[in-house]
T-cell receptor, first 117, second 114 residues
Framework: GAVVSQHPSRVICKSGTSVKIECRSL??????MFWYRQFPKQSLMLMAT?????????EQGVEKDKFLINHASLTLSTLTVTSAHPEDSSFYIC?????????????FGPGTRLTVL | AQSVSQHNHHVILSEAASLELGCNYS??????LFWYVQYPGQHLQLLLK??????LVKGIKGFEAEFIKSKFSFNLRKPSVQWSDTAEYFC????????????FGAGTRLAVHP
């Protein structure tokens, strides 16, 4: 299957700083990527849909000014958590939709664990 | 709002035992259904999916799932588990068609003891 990477895998930052997480599709082009957030022992919650060359579509309740998404190329989407606070600590997972596959299957990255002190 | 519920948060089995993980969703329209697995330290991987046709779908590694529309259920089964099946299992639903906008259940952590 297609490969999706995320960088960094783990980040610790101080409250008030901004953190950028990268999501890359390594062997395919993805016009659409998705960003999820997972709290401990809870499900993945879709935060936003990232579309190459256009603005991201955010789910209800997700602050677009807090979680900035940029999908500047067909293989890279970035999520920037601005002015991070301890409540933003979570596991962030991206996925990329492979249009070569039947029904445009989503392939998931390994996730990024963010800890805000 | 649409939701997915998985009945068991943590399941412990011995090798060769049979497995059934429950999944129910709340949505009255057409859905696409998925089971994903996450092995320790690895990415989420697709186990199997239902889009249309035969409601009994077979996936990788001997897993299968049955879509029962009247019960809004998509339970995952395996007749005989192995230690290597130790992982977290997520049920997911898409109401937007295909793999768009997946709604995930909370996950079930399966531990298989030798």
């Amino acid at each position: 299957g297609a490969v999706v990477s995320q960088h960094p895998s783990r980040v610790i930052c101080k409250s008030g700083t901004s953190v950028k997480i990268e999501c890359r599709s390594l062997d395919f082009q993805a016009t659409t990527m998705f960003w999820y957030r997972q709290f401990p022992k809870q499900s993945l919650m879709l935060m936003a849909t990232s579309n190459e060359g256009s603005k991201a579509t955010y789910e209800q309740g997700v602050e677009k000014d807090k979680f900035l998404i940029n999908h500047a190329s067909l293989t890279l989407s970035t999520l920037t958590v601005t002015s991070a606070h301890p409540e933003d600590s979570s596991f962030y997972i991206c996925s990329a939709r492979d249009q070569r596959s039947p029904y445009n299957e989503q392939f998931f990255g390994p996730g990024t664990r963010l800890t805000v002190l | 709002a649409q939701s997915v519920s998985q009945h068991n948060h943590h399941v412990i089995l011995s090798e060769a035992a049979s497995l059934e993980l429950g999944c129910n969703y709340s949505y009255g329209g057409t859905v696409n259904l998925f089971w994903y697995v996450q092995y320790p330290g690895q990415h989420l991987q697709l186990l199997l999916k239902y889009f249309s046709g035969d409601p009994l779908v077979k996936g990788i590694k001997g897993f299968e799932a049955e879509f029962i529309k009247s019960k809004f259920s998509f339970n995952l089964r395996k007749p005989s588990v192995q230690w290597s099946d130790t992982a977290e299992y997520f049920c997911a639903v898409s109401i937007s068609g295909g793999y768009n906008k997946l709604i995930f259940g909370a996950g079930t952590r399966l531990a298989v003891h030798p």
